[in-house]
T-cell receptor, first 111, second 114 residues
């Protein structure tokens, strides 16, 4: 299972774009990259998933370089309500993936 | 996204008692679901994987006789913490898997054992 490394915490301000990078040097061919958001005392919420290049949905974009050894979650124009912990996970959807959760990145948005 | 519920959302119990946590998928059916726990300021840890109609598969270090999982149907699973002790106090979260890539977490249950 590929281990992921993320910054422990980040600060930003309302209205800014926030980019959180995750390293996964041992990513396997069948692995997908998934990002979750978690608020205190709540279950994680799916944000976005990708395999390569760029994926965009209504809340975020995910950039994955050609070697797939890292990925960047981009949150456009953040607000105070985006303050949460963000987890990057790597795994094969065909198996019991997302077995190992890293520490995540605590994102704090300031007014 | 799909809706998953957990009940209760919070429970406080005395040491030695058993606590049952229900997890339901409200708008879809799925054969595979997972139970996680999360200690304060820590990340999620997978406890077990459960398939409807078969015994759960527990992760290393998780006692199957202490954490009883009953995957009753395609929409309901229960986790029973037997003879709970203060060290079992944690945030328990279920997750349902639908299809190839879709996975949906429940809102979690905060268990406090006195």
């Amino acid at each position: 299972l590929a281990k992921t490394t993320q910054p422990i915490s980040m600060d930003s301000y309302e209205g800014q774009e926030v980019n959180i990078t995750c390293s996964h040097n041992n990513i396997a061919t069948n692995d997908y990259i998934t990002w979750y958001q978690q608020f205190p005392s709540q279950g994680p919420r799916f944000i976005i998933q990708g395999y390569k290049t760029k994926v965009t949905n209504e809340v975020a974009s995910l950039f994955i370089p050609a070697d797939r050894k890292s990925s960047t979650l981009s949150l456009p124009r953040v607000s105070l309500s985006d303050t949460a912990v963000y987890y990057c996970l790597v795994g094969d959807p065909e198996s019991n993936y997302q077995l190992i959760w890293g520490a995540g990145t605590k994102l704090i948005i300031k007014p | 996204g799909a809706v998953v519920s957990q009940h209760p959302s919070r429970v406080i119990c005395k040491s030695g008692t058993s606590v049952k946590i229900e997890c339901r998928s409200l708008d879809f059916q799925a054969t595979t679901m997972f139970w996680y726990r999360q200690f304060p300021k820590q990340s999620l840890m997978l406890m077990a994987t459960s398939n409807e109609g078969s015994k759960a598969t527990y992760e290393q270090g998780v006692e199957k006789d202490k954490f009883l999982i009953n995957h009753a149907s395609l929409t309901l699973s229960t986790l029973t913490v037997t003879s709970a002790h203060p060290e079992d106090s944690s945030f328990y979260i279920c997750k349902w898997r639908r299809g190839h890539n879709e996975q949906f977490f429940g809102p979690g249950t905060r268990l406090t054992v006195l």
